[in-house]
């Protein structure tokens, strides 16, 4: 059973706080996710925050609390172009190899804990500063598929979100099931909408989209009042 634990915290005087209303009301806030991932196993993961003084961009190692991950976790990167993974492995002596891989807000990557980890599940902690402008998540065409995620450290339905704005005709929201190591598919028809529209994305997860038709890009747009 996988967990997810979003923690945010201020640096001035008050506390940032996410209320269900998806507001955040102070300045200044940082926080992690924890994702806990069953060892052997691959989650769908993805950074919800941006760097500690607004870098959109991550190097691998960047993302996770140091030292956060065991000898051996694996990263995989999917790369729209050429349609393939890109692979980042731990070392706990010279840390990730090759280590020049870049993620970005919006985008999801695998994580991987190896077999041989003495627990069960492995607490995975993704930390950053609480980012307060807009993301533009770009969409690669033609049946092709992109690693994405929404934006923000924040739930929200997929149909109030921007994915659901530019939705096409047999586009399809794959999502990463984590006990079956299986994939799950949410189809779009332009009658009907989605096969499942009561998906909601959770902060720490992402999934894949399949853009049926040209290549596009939606806009995540801040869904708390602050700062």
């Known amino acids: 059973m996988k967990k997810t634990i979003v923690l945010l915290a201020a640096t001035l005087a008050a506390t940032a706080a996410m209320a269900q209303t998806n507001q ?10 924890r994702v806990d991932i069953p060892k052997g196993k691959f989650d769908l993961v993805a950074e919800p925050f941006v760097q500690i003084g607004g870098a959109e961009n991550f190097d691998v ?5 140091s030292n956060s991950v065991p000898q051996s976790t694996q990263a995989l990167l999917w790369n729209p172009t050429a349609q393939s993974y890109v692979i980042e492995v ?6 990730w190899s090759p280590g020049t891989n870049q993620i970005h807000r919006g985008q999801s990557f695998f994580v991987k804990i190896p077999a041989g980890y003495t627990g069960t599940t492995y607490s995975v902690y ?9 993301n533009t998540v770009t969409l690669v065409g033609g049946q092709h598929f992109n690693a994405a995620a929404y934006s923000f450290p924040a739930a929200t339905f997929l149909t109030n979100s921007a994915v659901n704005n530019v939705a096409g005709q047999s586009d399809q929201l794959v999502t990463w ?18 096969t499942d529209p009561t998906a909601v994305f959770t902060p720490g997860h992402g999934f894949f989209y399949k853009r049926a038709g040209t290549a596009t890009n939606w806009v995540d747009v801040k869904p708390y009042t602050w700062p």
Request: avoid cysteine.
């Open 61 to 65: 190692g960047a993302v996770f609390d």
């Open 24 to 33: 955040v009301l102070s300045k200044n806030a940082v926080g992690y996710v």
């Open 177 to 194: 099931q984590v006990g079956t190591q299986s994939y799950a598919f949410n189809v779009f028809d332009s009658i009907d909408g989605w």
């Open 90 to 95: 731990y070392d706990t002596i010279d840390g």
């Open 126 to 134: 993704m930390m950053g500063e609480v980012p307060t402008a807009n």
